[in-house]
C-alpha cells in the first residue's frame, strides 16, 4: 500500500542509473542489428536501441553493408524489399532481414538466437490479427525485464483497481492473481492488440482476459467502472491515502459511517496516531508524486547529513527512483558504514542532524531488531529488522533544479516530502539494497524463485540453501543472482 511506510532507497554517490542509459561494451561482434524506424515508430525504436546496447548488441544508426540483421515491425515483406533496394547495399540477399520476433527472442536470451523461419517477415493479410507470438515469457517477474516502459498500461491500470478492490475485501489469492498479470503484460515490449496473442502468456486467467477483451473491444471495462464508482471502494481508497493509514482503519472508519477527511477529523471518538496526524497536516503535499528533481534535492540534503556525522558513511539510493522511476510516492535510500556496528547510531544522528536544520517534520526512527541468530526466516515479513525511519522533510524550492512543481494558487516556496532511510549493517548490504530496490512483485518473485526452484530461503537479510544447510554471502546484488542461477537484472528492470 502506497500509504505504508516504507523506508526511502539511498542514493548512491554516483547518479541513479535512469532508463538504459548505459551503454554495456560490445558482446557480439558478429551480429550488427538495425532498426527500420518506419511502422516503428521513432522512440519504440531509440528504446529499442537503447535496450539492445544495455544488453551488449550492437546496434547501427546507419543501414550499411556491415548490418547483419534488418529487424522490422508490422512489415509486409514486398515493401520492405522495395524500401531496401533504395539503399545501396553490395549484396542485400546476404541480410537476414527479420521480423521483430528474432529481436525480442534475442532480448529475451540475452544473445542473438538463430533466426528461424518464423522470424522472418511473413506478408500480413489485411485482416490478420497483429500479434506476434510472445512466447516463453517466464512466470517469475525476476525472469523478466521490466522497465518504467508500459506499452499495456490501459489493461494494467484496470488490473490494479481490481486487484485493489480485492484486497479491501481480503481477497487475497484473486488480489495477486491481478498483480501478476499486469507485472506479465508491463514486461511486454508492445501493446496487447488482441486476446489471441496472450495466449502463451503465464499468469493470465480467465478473469483477466475477459477484461482485456472488453477493453480491447469498448475501451473500458464495465467491473472496474463500477468498482470506481462504488462508495465504499472510494472511501477506502481516500482513507488509504493519508500516511499512516492502512486498510484496516480505513474499514473501520467506514464501518462507523465516516465517508470523509472531516468527517474522520471531527470525530471525537477517533485518536489519531503520530504519523495520521501527520499524515493529515501535510496530506496535500505527501499525497502528490515527488520529482526525479526533487528525490535528487533530498538525496543531496541527506548526503550532507550523512557525511557530516561520518564521512566514511555509505549512501546509496534505492526504492523506485533506482529503479529510473520519474515520480514515486517517497525516497528511499540505504545508509552504513563500512565498519560493522558502527551504523547502529547512525540513523539518530542523521535525524538530530536533520532536526537541527529545521528540516523534519515528521520522524518514526525504529530501532534494529536485527539478529543473526534467528536466521533464516522461514516466513516472510513485510518489514525487515534493520534500524530504519520513515520521515517527513522539508524541502525548499531552491534546493530543487528548476524549483518545485506547485499545485495552483499555492504560493510557499517548499513543499513535504516523504523520506525512508534503511541502515543495515554492511555485510547485510548486497541484500538489503536487492530488497529495498523492490519493485514488490519483482521481490515477491524473487523469493517465490529461490524457494521454488532452488530450495533456498532469500530475505533482506540472507540467503539460506536449504539443500547444503549454509547461508550464502553476497557483497554485491550480482553475487545474489549468481548464487540463484539468475541472470542479472539491472534495477531499471526491476519495475515488474
Ligand atoms: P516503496 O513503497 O517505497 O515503493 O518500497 P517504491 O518501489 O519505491 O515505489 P514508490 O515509492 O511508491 O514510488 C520500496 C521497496 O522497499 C521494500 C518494499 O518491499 C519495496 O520493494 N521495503 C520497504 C522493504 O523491503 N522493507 C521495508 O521495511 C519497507
Ligand atoms: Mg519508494
Known amino acids: 500500500m502506497s500509504q505504508a511506510p516504507v523506508a526511502p532507497r539511498p542514493k548512491k554517490r554516483s547518479k541513479p542509473e535512469a532508463g538504459f542509459s548505459r551503454r554495456e561494451e560490445a558482446r557480439f561482434q558478429d551480429v550488427r542489428i538495425f532498426l527500420v524506424e518506419r511502422k516503428m515508430g521513432r522512440s519504440r525504436r531509440s528504446f529499442l536501441t537503447q535496450l539492445a546496447r544495455s544488453k551488449g548488441f550492437i546496434v547501427e544508426d546507419i543501414l550499411s553493408d556491415a548490418v547483419t ?142 477484461v482485456m477483451k472488453e477493453i480491447l473491444q469498448y475501451g473500458r471495462s464495465f467491473e472496474v467502472e463500477k468498482i470506481l464508482s462504488d462508495l465504499r471502494c472510494q472511501t477506502l481508497k481516500l482513507f488509504t491515502s493519508v500516511f499512516g493509514v492502512g486498510p484496516k482503519t480505513a474499514e473501520k472508519w467506514y464501518r462507523r459511517g465516516l465517508r470523509s477527511f472531516s468527517d474522520v477529523l471531527a470525530e471525537p471518538s477517533i485518536h489519531l496516531n503520530r504519523m495520521q496526524q501527520s499524515g493529515f497536516l501535510h496530506y496535500g503535499d505527501i499525497s502528490r508524486a515527488v520529482s526525479k528533481a526533487e528525490a535528487q534535492a533530498v538525496g543531496n540534503i541527506i548526503d550532507e547529513a550523512v557525511h557530516v556525522i561520518t564521512p566514511n558513511a555509505i549512501l546509496a539510493l534505492t526504492g523506485g527512483f533506482r529503479r529510473g522511476k520519474d515520480f514515486g510516492h517517497d525516497v528511499d535510500f540505504i545508509v552504513t558504514t563500512p565498519e560493522l556496528g558502527q551504523e547502529e547510531s547512525l540513523l539518530i544522528d542523521v535525524i538530530d542532524y536533520l532536526k537541527k536544520q529545521g528540516l523534519l517534520l515528521f520522524t518514526d526512527h525504529q530501532a534494529s531488531t536485527f539478529d543473526i541468530s534467528k536466521l533464516p526466516s522461514h516466513k516472510f515479513e513485510a518489514m525487515d529488522h534493520f534500524a530504519k525511519c520513515f520521515l517527513i522533510l522539508r524541502l525548499e524550492s531552491s534546493q530543487v533544479e528548476g524549483g518545485l512543481q506547485r499545485s495552483e494558487g499555492d504560493s510557499r516556496n517548499w513543499r513535504a516530502v516523504r523520506v525512508d532511510l534503511v541502515s543495515p549493517p554492511m555485510d547485510r548490504y548486497a541484500f538489503t539494497q536487492l530488497g529495498w530496490t523492490g519493485s514488490r512483485m519483482f521481490e515477491r518473485d524473487l523469493r517465490r524463485f529461490a524457494r521454488l526452484e532452488r530450495q533456498m530461503l532469500l530475505d533482506n537479510h540472507a540467503l539460506y540453501d536449504k539443500t547444503k544447510k549454509e547461508f550464502l554471502t553476497a557483497t ?15 534495477p531499471w528492470q526491476r519495475n515488474a
Not at 554485491?476 to 539491472?490: P, Q, R, V
Open 69 to 210: 540483421h534488418v529487424v522490422s515491425e508490422n512489415s509486409q515483406s514486398s515493401s520492405l524489399w522495395a524500401w531496401l533496394k533504395g539503399f545501396s547495399l553490395s549484396d542485400p540477399s546476404t541480410v537476414n532481414v527479420v521480423d521483430i520476433s528474432w529481436f525480442t527472442d534475442s532480448m529475451r536470451e540475452g544473445r542473438p538466437v538463430a533466426v528461424e523461419t518464423r522470424h522472418l517477415i511473413q506478408d500480413i493479410l489485411p485482416e490478420a490479427p497483429k500479434a506476434a507470438p510472445v512466447n516463453k515469457v517466464s512466470q517469475y517477474a525476476c525472469q523478466r525485464r521490466t522497465t518504467t516502459e508500459n506499452y499495456n498500461k490501459i489493461f494494467t491500470d484496470a488490473f490494479e483497481v481490481l486487484a485493489e478492490n480485492y484486497e479491501f475485501n481480503d481477497i487475497e489469492g484473486r488480489c495477486l492473481a491481478f498483480r501478476r498479470a499486469a507485472s506479465v503484460l508491463k514486461s511486454l515490449p508492445s501493446a496487447v492488440q488482441c486476446v489471441e496473442a496472450t495466449q502463451d502468456l503465464p499468469c493470465l486467467g480467465e478473469h483477466t482476459k475477459a
Open 476 to 490: 554485491t546484488e550480482k553475487d545474489i543472482f549468481d548464487h540463484l542461477g539468475l541472470e542479472y537484472i539491472e
